[in-house]
């Protein structure tokens, strides 16, 4: 028995080929920007969240050992760390003091962000005119910290527009918010 049934056909035609490529351009334009936008301020995005798990991390060490943390930037190689007083160490200066904890975490400061700004109870670290090498600020034991006001700038190679915001430290609970521009006290 053979059959002629007309509606089977074998193969595509090109008005089929070019509809189906339509369909894909158009989910495309609007799929690919998302995704190219959310890998653009990844580096960004995991550095908050890093720096933001770092803070609370050293709130709650405060807390519950009673001691003193530093929040620790160094600049020369790019990281932070969390240290805590040692008061078995006897050093010349106060800063010398602290040693690292090994439960926290140290961060790496992406290549792209660029500190610009940092502000310790209102005075700017950075206004001296010299080289800064490394900063930081403490958390007490009571979950208290210095007001704190980090202005970074996030340099893309190919974007001509940087992308300017701020990390500010609650002085009362120790918290990070996120700005979307430069903060001054």
């Not at 060490?61 to 020369?76: E, G, N, R, S, V």
């Not at 010398?96 to 904890?101: A, L, V």
């Not at 010299?130 to 007001?147: E, L, R």
Request: aromatic share 12%; net charge negative; proline share 3%.
């Amino acid at each position: 028995m053979q059959n002629n049934n007309c509606f089977l056909k074998k193969g595509v035609s090109l008005l089929e080929i070019l509809f189906v490529l339509l369909l894909l351009s158009i989910f495309a334009s609007f799929i690919l920007p998302a995704i190219m936008g959310n890998q653009k301020h990844a580096a960004k995005k995991q550095f908050i969240g890093d720096f933001t798990t770092l803070m609370q991390e050293s709130l709650y060490q405060a807390i519950m050992t009673k001691k003193i943390y530093q929040i620790y930037f160094d600049l020369d190689n790019r990281y932070i760390t969390a240290k805590h007083k040692d008061t078995s160490l006897n050093k010349e200066t106060t800063h010398q003091q602290f040693t690292p904890d090994e439960n926290i975490s140290k961060i790496i400061i992406p290549e792209q962000l660029v500190i610009r700004n940092f502000f310790i109870q209102k005075e700017d670290e950075f206004s001296t005119g010299k080289a800064m090498h490394d900063v930081w600020f403490y958390i007490m034991p009571d979950g208290t910290s210095q007001s704190i006001i980090i202005n970074i700038e996030e340099q893309e190679l190919n974007d001509v527009s940087n992308n300017l915001f701020a990390l500010s430290i609650n002085p009362f609970y120790s918290q990070v918010t996120e700005y979307e521009t430069f903060q001054t006290p």
